[in-house]
């Protein structure tokens, strides 16, 4: 069904440690692994997923580690992929983090996981914190405190265990906006998304249930209070807690939320303004008219930038970058962090800003240009100039776009608004819920000439 | 070993606080020590030393020798300790079977723990111990387990089921752990129920007749409802089993949908591909203008969508399936173009796919945003990435034709840039644009003869000469450039030789005063001097033309080549549809059928997706007489294949770009050398035997060095089109006329009316087909005392408007104990009823006594006319058109042809093979057949080597006719 086998190498592909769950394949197959890694390599190619005869290798890279899984059958590809980052997850919750060291000083630990986690090719359990509470780093006697399996590994609720205790019951929410932009060289948005996210910090005793109410638009039109400001949601992602099928018939976020952190629900909306949105909404209702033009934000890219990159062979570059934030001026990005991209073999670096500062990462063949905070509304420039050696490399270099990094606290670009979290406990305790807003930058490329 | 021992180095200094200490002991004579410390009194020692020994097997050190010590510490109350002698024996059970045994009762015992941990990690540790002696003790223990108060055992217990019977299907038969197993489809836990739905999909899978599933619509709600309560895991295991299952209804078929649709906002995206699957299994049987089929179709596209910002790797399964998504139903995807703009941190692999899906989806609508963004990407640097936007650029040209001239000027402006590669890929594709729309774009020749010198790839050079060849006339130089390349012919590859072999010869048709004496030194180098059989006998068809028939030399090389059409390497439609089954898959990843990569599981059914039932669509039931002719052609794009694509029009191969999509292109030197044959010269010679006749093309090509230039064809289809065994020139001449066509089957003459029941007059007859007319054959014979006159015949109106064409013609009486052989022509205008059975013909005779009655069976082979032979696209289009419901099946016993003769003997009688692909030892024919009154029937035949049973699959819009023309083609093959 998925993998026969699973194999943890290092980078020269090496089994650090491996699993055998079907006992159907050769496990020296793997030794083919890396020989056909290295060799598309050479051919500037590259595929997570390679043959070699009836084998077939799906792989994720971590670090310094291989995770490769082995099948000779159709196995379910996006099954494997997925339960190989979700081991990545395991690991890391128990050792910190995942990489060749923490396998060797952990072995015993990473068999028993792999172990527990799937079997005969299926993948069982992989909640780490359920995990955590039956595999434990220390050895048990069996009379007496080993542990049994808590009855949440195989419960319909097998998220959350029984019996959780708190002195002080709290929910904390990051709601993150992450702004991807693709915008071309010609300064056209190309591109343009919002994926959010809404994270959960859960400190609550006992099984509550909690109820999640968001400014959706179409749980509004449902509700027919159309006149709100909403937000039209173009997908949405929700973590297995979520009863779904509650979602798709009135549009609850209802759950019994996971102890501890974790990421409730992501969404995405795509905000490219080019896009005319006419997607008709049928209701059955004759009252509620046909809404033509939904209310699609039409987001101006929060950082706009203008580029300008000469090049002069054999002699310079001269670089010249304006920056312009386009939010409301109550608002502030910070840390914000503009990449533009020069050639690999450029010296002599000065640059001049009308504010922040610049920093010339050879490594990355890039100018990183700092600006600690940036109020809405405002436009700086920078300058930069660099010296170009007489002999020209012959190495074609791409050409990079500039990207930028920043944060805007108390604020999403979607406008987004947690209206309430119902926390009802049979119990009876009073719960608080915070909420955190913040925006930041996510896949933001600004092609280059 | 080595990074143990460093590790020891490096750590002995450092805290001794983790388990890589336990990597310290590799030195002489450890197996010794440990040994003794096996065996220690002290548990704590022993347990370091079970450790230990864990330690050298993970380095890959064999420790199989402490066996007995360490099987030995299997009886401890420490749980950590005992998984690690277990883990141990999973690994050497099976080099130490005998000492295995010795584990059985600790397991058996372990089995009955009062600790449901225990008692699962035994069930589950015994289950990976493939070792026959012990799988037999593991039957009771897994019986308990099974039916063990503790979900968690379940669970485990349910999985071991599917391993044992791994090891031993028919122990797991005859024990009845397949009753148990399902029956845990009804378990209170979620997570029971899906691993024995996990369990016995993958036993189904290797027993695919078995009927294990069993599903039906109260398991399928038992499922449905176990889907809202399980792991994301078990979601998954969930859906792919729904996936299998087929819908009585349509009604049905949407309350699944239903059901199944929430799925798509979970957070796991195969949990979401696996949604996918189902969904678009079962919408194809949702009536398209129902509601809820839009709905559905909107619903799907932001979950595609929200897959690409998934880890890169389940990106890359997710375009592979989109790619075949928006083969099937383009409308998902059409306004999303956007999102599959390629960003400069994807990965390699990403980019190619995403550029693919681009060119799926261009439309008039997006071309120009389209076009912006490939000619940005043809400035990138990555070689592989620009060689295929600068193709894309091409086909968006062959595409849309509004954008054929921006398309053209741009890949004008990336001839200019003067990269290499660049300029090579552009003058393969700016060729097809030529054949596409031929004299508009010709003023660029001269730009292109520019680059003629830096030219270095076979495919580019190729590509240019035949631009030479084939527009000689306006370039003056023409010979010039030609006798350039002429210099160095033997260094050539093959493709570029015989490229240019025909386009001097084609030079030489248009200007034959000037270059006579190239196009002589070109066919002796071709005939003489090559060991390339290929070239050689193109050589000597060329020669031979020209010395004895100039003109039809012209006719035949010059004449106007057919148009390339838009839509490059579409999958095969049943290919696709199988595809969609496997969505998620390994299978979707490689474009594949699981039976191409998988071993053993070639008997294996191949998925179809079901068939669109309900009221919805009844006005699109099959009506014999009206659905002629099928409105196929229009209906659906038509296709340039890459190579190896079934149904491709070969003509247009020799050139076409090797578009692979298969994920690793395997391109080979070969393979443009095979498809080229078919190009330039001979397409054209073709083209007069037959108006088009690709299949001809196909045949020239097959000679054996084509053939492993097939073979090696890309990943992307199984098949190697029709590598035909008999092959080469033979086919040739057939089809020019030359060999002798056989002919058409005709039954032997039986006695349709016995002299008892017509006052002493006996007919007995059959029918034929002869040179196109249909003929009845009647023996009149007069087995009564007076003579016989005044004959004349008449039909009852039939299925298919037969009529005599004329009188019968018995001029002279008919004397006692005479007998005349009679034939009457027939026509199919006459009055239609349809009969049953179909072919079903009354026949009333008279003569000077009376009037007679009888009624015959005819074979419908006599109907099927001679241009019964399907375009490829449109056969392609076709067939996808056909309702799957309209598909009969049928077997043919006993039929000792191979499938070429088969081929052979069924063109005789209008049956005609239009492409032949070969898998795994199978060949595939697919053929088309013309009814008199339009209707086609669309056939598939499999011939398995060796096995004297062909599989025969009928497709038409009237199936009525299924059944009659299986019957054809039994008799016709096995006479």
Known sequence: MSASAIFILDLKGKVLISRNYMGNMDMNKVDHFMPIMMRMEEDADSSPLVTHGSAHFLWIKHRNLYLVAMTKKNANAALVYSFLYKMVEVFKEYFKELEEESIRDNFVTVYELMDEVMDFGFPQTTDSKILQEYITQQGHKLDVGAPRPPATVTNAVSWRSEGIKYRKNEVFMDVIESVNLLVSATGSVLRSEIVGSIKLKVVLSGMPELRLGLNDKVLFEITGREKSKTVELEDVKFHQCVRLSRFENDRTISFIPPDG????????????????HTHTRVHTSPLLHVNLLSSVCQVKPLIWIESVIEKFSHSRVEIKVKARSQFKSRSTANNVAIMVPVPSDVDSPKFKTSTGSCKYLPEKSAVQWNIKSFPGGKEYMMRAHFGLPSV??????????????????????????????KIIEKSGYEALPWVRYITQSGDYQLRTN | MEWANQLCENRQFGSKMTDSKYFTTTKKGEIFELKAELNSDKKEKKKEAVKKVIASMTVGKDVSALFPDVVNCMQTDNLELKKLVYLYLMNYAKSQPDMAIMAVNTFVKDCEDANPLIRALAVRTMGCIRVDKITEYLCEPLRKCLKDEDPYVRKTAAVCVAKLHDINAQLVEDQGFLDTLKDLISDSNPMVVANAVAALSEIAESHPNSNLLDLNPQSINKLLTALNECTEWGQIFILDCLANYTPRDDRESQSICERVTPRLSHANSAVVLSAVKVLMKFMEMLPKDLDYYSTLLKKLAPPLVTLLS???????????????????????????????????????????????????????????????????????????????????IGRCAIKVEQSAERCVSTLLDLIQTKVNYVVQEAIVVIKDIFRKYPNKYESVIATLCENLDSLDEPEARAAMIWIVGEYAERIDNADELLESFLEGFHDESTQVQLQLLTAIVKLFLKKPTETQELVQQVLSLATQDSDNPDLRDRGYIYWRLLSTDPVAAKEVVLAEKPLISEETDLIEPTLLEELICHIGTLASVYHKPPSAFVEGSRGVMHKRLPARTGSGESTESPDVGTAAGGSAPEAAPSIIPSQGDLLGDLLNLDMAPPTTSGPPPPTTGMQMGGMDLLGGGLDSLVGISHSVDPYLGGDIGGSPAMGAGFGAAPAVMPASLNAPVGGGLGDLFDLGGVGMPMGAYIPPKIVWLPAMKAKGLEISGTFARRAGVIQMELILTNKAMSVMTDFAIQFNRNSFGLAPAGPLQVLTPLGPNQTIEVSLPLSTVGPVMKMDPLNNLQVAVKNNIDVFYFSCQYPISMLFVEDGKMERQVFLATWKDIPNDNESQFQIKDCHLNSDAASSKLQGSNIFTIAKRTVEGQDMLYMSIKLSNGIWVLAELRVQAGNPNYTISLKCRAPEVSQCVFQCYEAVLKN
């Open chain 1, 261 to 276: 952190e974790s990421e409730l629900m992501s969404y995405r909306l795509n905000t490219t303004v080019s896009r005319t």
């Open chain 1, 392 to 421: 020209e490399s012959t190495e074609l270099e791409g050409r990079r776009p500039i990207t930028v990094n920043f944060e805007i606290p108390y604020f999403t670009v979607s406008g987004i608004q947690v209206r309430y979290l």
């Open chain 2, 310 to 392: 998934a880890e890169p790797e389940l990106q890359y399964v997710a375009l592979r399936n989109i790619n075949l998504i928006v083969q099937k139903r383009p409308e998902i995807l059409k306004h999303e173009m956007k999102v599959f703009f390629v960003k400069y941190n994807d990965p390699i692999y990403v980019k190619l796919e995403k550029l693919d899906i681009m060119i799926r989806l261009a439309s008039q609508a997006n071309i120009a945003q389209v076009l912006a963004e490939l000619k940005e990407y043809a400035t990138e640097v990555d070689v592989d990435f620009v060689r295929k936007a600068v193709r894309a």
